[in-house]
């Protein structure tokens, strides 16, 4: 899928706005202007799209406390896909609905920033196609919040087939947040990620930041599958180990190996390894009943069956995160 450069999908910051730690009583201000370069650089900045619906609304709640926790400025990006490629901002392009939709998102920012103190929460407004506008967007934040639905539900637009397409292309990690909210855990919060081997190094340290931040631990778990004796028939083949427990004690030592760096690059949060046989996307949904956040890999511009998986069953928020990341 071609991918659309930048320039193409003309995207503005509208304002910034923040409440005061000290006197949040005080109405926020909307300060005009795009955040500086400098200050990018030092901060990571979070980007939640938002759409209107009830999906957008719960994914800018979640990303508004993921950017206080990642002590990040927030910003709200909002598309109108049927202005094509005109300023989405321009005098003469505006209408009454978008004019109300630009208060709403302004509104949005001012009561984010009333419930989180200290967050700095941007607007930013995009036109065109909303998957090629975020896309492009998200090259400059660390992380992408969108919504997410279940199977059969209804669901705004950034929470369907333009989150599922962001979430295959984008090149940061892209969070998909569910409508109804999880219950509180009964003991620490487990961050649960898929692990295939070296190739998940990416995920594995995203889950790892994900646990620090939240003050849990992470499950790594990998689902595999018997080799089928049949395949002996392919030349210079060796058959398998037949006994499932040397198979799986072999498995777990290699996992272990492969995620031992990362793990003591963050000894204060507990990571343990768990193989399973019956294949990957059934081990990461078993894992994800309990699970604050379910962490897999993206190997280049697709999602992968593991992912489609968890975006589909799982109720914690789902990261897609790309291999290399």
């Not at 320039?7 to 503005?12: F, G, M």
């Not at 927030?74 to 901002?89: H, K, Q, S, Y």
């Not at 499932?244 to 492969?258: F, W």
Request: charged fraction near 20%.
């Amino acid at each position: 899928m071609q991918e659309t450069a930048e320039q193409t999908v003309p995207v503005t910051t509208a304002t910034a706005t923040a409440v005061p730690e000290a006197a949040p009583e005080v109405a926020p201000e909307a300060v005009p202007g795009a955040l500086p370069e400098t200050v990018r650089e030092t901060a990571p900045g979070v980007v939640a799209g938002y759409d209107g619906s009830a999906q957008s609304l719960a994914a800018v709640e979640w990303a508004a406390a993921e950017a206080g926790r990642r002590g990040a400025e927030l910003t709200v990006f909002r598309a109108w896909p049927w202005l094509g490629l005109n300023d989405p901002e321009a005098d003469e392009s505006l209408d009454p609905a978008q004019s109300a939709e630009l208060a709403e998102l302004e509104a949005l920012a001012v009561g984010l920033a009333a419930r989180h103190p200290g967050l700095v929460v941007f607007t930013r407004t995009g036109a065109g196609d909303p998957a090629d506008a975020l896309v492009a967007v998200a090259e400059h934040y660390d992380l992408v919040v969108l919504g997410s639905h279940g199977p059969g539900g209804l669901s705004g637009m950034l929470a369907g087939s333009v989150a599922l397409a962001v979430a295959a292309r984008a090149g940061r990690p892209v969070v998909l947040v569910r409508e109804e909210p999880l219950p509180a855990p009964a003991g620490p919060p487990e961050v649960v990620v898929g692990l295939a081997g070296e190739e998940s190094a990416a995920a594995v340290e995203f889950a790892l930041e994900g646990a620090g931040r939240l003050g849990g631990r992470v499950r790594a778990v990998h689902g595999w599958d018997m080799v089928p004796l049949w395949s002996a028939a392919v030349p210079g083949w060796m058959p398998p180990i037949t006994d499932t427990d040397v198979q799986d004690a072999a498995l777990r030592e290699e996992l272990a190996r492969v995620t031992a760096a990362r793990a003591a690059a963050h000894p204060d949060v507990e990571l343990t390894v768990e193989t399973a046989l019956g294949g990957a996307g059934r081990a990461v949904l078993e894992a994800a009943d309990t699970a604050a956040l379910v962490v897999v890999g993206r190997p280049g511009h697709h999602l992968g069956p593991v992912a489609h998986a968890a975006v589909k069953h799982c109720l914690a928020p789902v990261a897609i995160v790309p291999h290399g990341a």
